[in-house]
């Protein structure tokens, strides 16, 4: 390999950050915003079982294993585009991944499996201050989604990001646990997880970021050892922090607690029965229950997807529009929202915290809890 084959980055990620966001509100500057394109529906599975409702397990029992219907992919794809151009004009750079085929058929030395999509950079790629953590995941069916990202992430990365990808879990056998059942997930008082503590594995958006502090919760993606390794792993001045809520299938923080600006929280009725200590002194709007109808085509998650909102800054909110109960309970606690379509986003499991990550926010670190 001759010299010129790698640039070497020569940016200092001190004075110009190309990767930097430590919270989930100071003023959004660049973003990447996932793709619907070649979005695979995976084959119903064991992992799978322990957090789709169960509603929906007949658009798995009709597609799982081929490519999500089109007519799906394109009205979800109108929406990315129009969400992106929106950020644009707001002033944010956008990025998007590249498109994969993940129809295509790939084999471990432990499984065969299908891909997903790359549909939710929120779940896979975790910026804590200057550096983007790429995460494990635990679904087979996401072990190559990052590779979506790759060419971002060299971008980044030649810029002067830091970027650290998380050991993978075989997801052999072994790792899933063959009696774990949707309804018996809680035994005697204790939370059952369809994953085991063998091997380190989370997704991304079970962590949620408050400035020094970043919160995380045990799911079906996410163990223990995934929340230590990140622990270990997060940049000095960050520490990381296990809380648990009421979720019975929890997969993913985003519908559950989601910190809207400095000392505001908003919180899912269902899953915060008890508030945890460190978030004790901030203000909570419990949120209003969702738009319905729609969960016939809410495939991969509940229909909490009404939190599942991206702030542009501590003042100004992108929902969903027609979450109506929701944008007017955001306007009476003082934000500016912004409305989009959204909601032919929602079958792919998200809304559009999920189909979103920020690479870049200005401010600095700080201590909020
Ligand atoms: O509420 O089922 C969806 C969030 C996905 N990032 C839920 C979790």
């Known amino acids: 390999m001759s010299d010129s084959d790698v640039e070497t980055p020569t940016v200092s990620h001190l004075s110009a950050p190309v990767v930097w966001s430590c919270n989930e509100w100071d003023p959004l500057e ?7 394109d070649g979005a695979t529906v995976p084959p119903w599975n064991h992992s799978l079982a322990a957090t789709a409702p169960a509603h929906a397990a007949w658009f798995f029992e009709k597609y799982g294993g081929s490519a999500f219907p ?3 992919i394109s009205n979800a794809s109108r929406e990315l585009d129009a969400l992106s151009n929106r950020l644009v004009k707001l002033g944010v750079k956008v990025r998007r991944p590249d498109i994969l085929d993940f129809n295509k058929e790939v084999t471990t030395p432990w499984w065969s499996s299908k891909g997903l999509y790359a549909a939710m950079p929120r779940d896979v790629l975790l910026v804590v201050g200057d550096t983007i953590f790429e995460a494990p995941m635990a679904w087979r069916s ?49 939370k059952q997880f369809v994953i085991n503590e063998s091997e380190i594995a989370f997704d991304a958006a079970d962590f949620v970021r408050f400035g020094t502090d970043i919160l995380a919760q045990k799911s079906n993606v996410t163990n223990a050892a995934g929340i230590e390794w990140m622990r270990r792993h997060v940049p000095s ?9 009421d979720d019975e299938h929890p997969m993913h923080i985003d519908t559950t607690i989601v910190p809207l600006a400095p000392g ?37 998650s509940s229909d909490w997807l009404t939190m599942n909102i991206l702030s542009l800054d501590e003042k100004t909110l992108i929902v969903e529009e027609q979450e109506t109960p929701m944008i007017e309970a955001l306007t009476g606690w003082g934000f500016d929202v912004i409305p989009v379509p959204f909601r032919n986003f929602y079958p792919f499991g998200g809304s559009i915290h999920c189909a ?3 690479v870049r926010r200005s401010g600095s670190l700080k201590s909020y809890l």
């Open 356 to 358: 979103t990550t920020d």
């Open 70 to 72: 089109q007519d799906i």
């Open 142 to 190: 996401r072990y190559f989604e990052s590779y979506a990202f790759r060419n971002l992430l060299m971008d980044y990365f030649r810029k002067g990001g830091r970027w650290l990808t998380a050991p993978k879990p075989t997801m052999a056998e072994t790792f899933y646990d063959p009696n774990y059942s949707p309804d018996r997930a809680i035994i005697e008082g204790q």
């Open 264 to 300: 505001k929280l908003l919180v899912n009725p269902n899953w915060v029965n008890t508030m945890p200590d460190i978030l004790a002194s901030w203000e909570i709007l419990r949120a209003p229950p969702p738009v319905k109808p729609y969960d016939s085509a809410l495939y991969f």
């Open 237 to 245: 001045g960050f520490s990381v922090h296990e809380v648990e809520f």
């Open 30 to 36: 660049e973003v990447i915003v996932g793709v619907v």
